[in-house]
């Protein structure tokens, strides 16, 4: 079955720190991914998404993921947290072929310390 | 512009009454969502709609559980009767054809006591 899996409930770093949210999806064709972050209180905004083509997908606010097949992952970066990135994050995949029927994971939330 | 608008906001309810969310999405779009969030079990997809006609229910929990779309600017999910396990945040989103950025509404937070 498809699945994808955050392996990090919980994440705290420091201001200005680099970050990486690690996420794992289980999916025999080729994945649709995408990240997407919760701010408290609201609802979900996409970070952003693979579809195919180059393995480094750039986003919104300075982040970052790759894709790497043979690992089945699509971890999230950034290369210094700011204050306002404390969210909760979530990973997700397309499914049966259809990139809008997503799969969410179980969450990560960040915390920044100043 | 407006985003995907969801009411209540917050809804505190008792066993066995109807609970009706409702959800404007944003005009233009195709695509309309339900899910829903626990912290148990986290974001399910409940049912999905294309151009108002229901794509894949498969997520939705029982009977008790009930989507209507009756035109590409409002969505309903009913609960009849509601239960305390069916305490969670409700989220509708939609999107623009399949591209996979969803926009959701803030959520419909259920307490049923």
Partial sequence: AQSVTQPDIHITVSEGASLELRCNYSYGATPYLFWYVQSPGQGLQLLLKYFSGDTLVQGIKGFEAEFKRSQSSFNLRKPSVHWSDAAEYFCAVGIGGATNKLIFGTGTLLAVQP | DAGVIQSPRHEVTEM??????????ISGHDYLFWYRQT????????????????????????????????????????????????????FCASSYRATGELFFGEGSRLTVL
Avoid: H
């Fill in chain 2, 16 to 25: 066995g009454q109807e609970v009706t969310l409702r959800c404007k999405p």
């Fill in chain 2, 39 to 90: 912290m148990m079990r986290g974001l399910e997809l409940l049912i999905y709609f294309n151009n108002n006609v229901p794509i894949d229910d498969s997520g939705m929990p029982e009977d008790r559980f009930s989507a209507k779309m009756p035109n590409a600017s409002f969505s309903t999910l009913k609960i009849q009767p509601s239960e305390p396990r069916d305490s969670a945040v409700y």
